[in-house]
């Protein structure tokens, strides 16, 4: 009978040889969940670089389009064509005029930055026929007559009508921001018997939070300073260059 006792006792494990397998178990666990999380912020990150770098293919051809159709484009301010300033800017461009705000305007709610007619006071939102529009990032709308970029007697730009406008950075999961865009030619880039001007425009595009971001919107913060998300932060610097039967800068 205690040969049986011994015997049945040798069948069950320890409670070191429990603890040890617990532990491993925990280990593996904790592995395969920290591998999980990492496969989902590379896939998140990807997303964003995605929309952002298809955002700016879209902008890209709208503008490459508008401008090439646009025979009286000109960066001359007599010519009212071209509006730059610290909040954002206007480009009229023939039957279509871009409105854009910085980033940096839309995060501090700046009085001066371009808004839509009829709009309330907090936030820049209007509803029309049932469709919510929010804040101006970059939208195309109708301006045959580039009136957008014609200011009053007070050098104010006249508010952007919400119809048909069209906001073309509102598009994908994440909203985007402008945070830098300029337009810059010169005299000698113009060819006198083809009468084309060659134009560079250059926009910084990205995620809107500001935060995540360097002092200039450039880059997203390294991952050893405060505020730094590198998960959900994107931000990419685009060029194009077009030639563009227009006006002389």
Known sequence: MNHEVKTMRRRGFTLVELLLAMT???ALLLAIALTIVQIANIYNRGIILKEVNQ???????ELDSALRGSSTFSLDPSARRYVSNAWGGRMCLGQY?????????????NSNRNQYTGANTSGNVITENGVTRYEISFVKVPDAGGAYCVPDVNGKYANISPTNAVELLRTGDHTLAI???SVV???TSKDALSAQQ???????????????????????KAPSEPGADLNYCAV????????VVSGVN
């Open 24 to 26: 491993f178990i925990s």
């Open 55 to 61: 955002t700016s293919r879209v902008i890209s051809d």
């Open 97 to 109: 005029t871009y409105v854009w705000n910085y980033g940096s305007a839309l995060s501090s709610s």
């Open 179 to 181: 945070h830098a865009f």
């Open 185 to 187: 030619s010169n005299a």
């Open 198 to 220: 060659l134009y560079k425009i250059a926009f910084t595009l990205g995620t809107s939070n500001l935060g995540a971001m360097n002092s200039t919107q450039t880059a997203c």
């Open 236 to 243: 990419q610097q685009f060029t194009l260059v077009l030639r």
